[in-house]
């Protein structure tokens, strides 16, 4: 699914969220009841693939906004992500092994912020960049080479879309309630959408298990989407 490129590598200056392992997210876990299919109140289970994929996106588009969170393991290392999307803008937060990045984007205006950790390892003017940019908000444009695709995130998120063939898997039921599953047969990733209720999707699992994202908070209202003030913001061109 296209979304699971959210878990694939995103080399940043400085910072590479990197690896794939053991799925960790919580409320992953999920079983196969003999009763699975019955609770299909919605009727997607009935659909072909294609019509499940078609239904998940409207509903996604209708519900305006959702949250979607995910981590994998790599060795030692760990890539958390924590989006919330709401039309086109977005706030987040990237973590791996210490460093941390905030988000944001509104308006089609990017921003983002960086904890010291981050800075100081993105290399040698690490340290003075982290004194110089302290706690604002650094804005960059939409190509930057280093920055600007992190912000594809979102459109990834919200557009499902397989990148090889999607078949209908099994009816499951897993934390979030009872799900269809489709498999993308390119790299043999697993979404689950919901068979109650608004068709949504719930989960998607990599490849092998290898990382998860799970989507919440459908059509909820994020106050902390909101352009930073000012004061608040460096341009990154003019460091």
Known sequence: MRVARVLVPLAVTGMV????????TGGATWSAPADAASAAG???????AAEILRKTNAALKKAGS?????????????LSIDLKVMGEDLAGTLGLNGQRIQLLLVGGQ???KANETFW??????GEGMAQLIGDRWVTVARDDKNFGSLFTIAEDAANLAPDGTATKGEA???????????????????LYVATTGEPYPLL??????????????FGKSFPDIKKPAAADVIDFSKL
């Open 120 to 125: 100081k390892e993105s290399g040698p003017r």
């Open 66 to 78: 959702f949250r979607v969170e995910g981590q994998r393991k790599d060795g030692g290392s760990t």
């Open 110 to 112: 990017p921003y983002f």
């Open 17 to 24: 969220l990197a690896g794939c392992g053991e799925p960790t």
């Open 42 to 48: 919605n009727g997607v289970a009935d659909l072909t």
């Open 172 to 190: 499951k039921t897993i934390d979030a309630g009872p799900a269809i599953t489709l498999i993308d047969e390119s790299d043999r990733s697993t």
């Open 204 to 217: 998607i699992v990599g490849p092998d298990n290898q990382g998860q994202l799970a989507y919440s908070e």
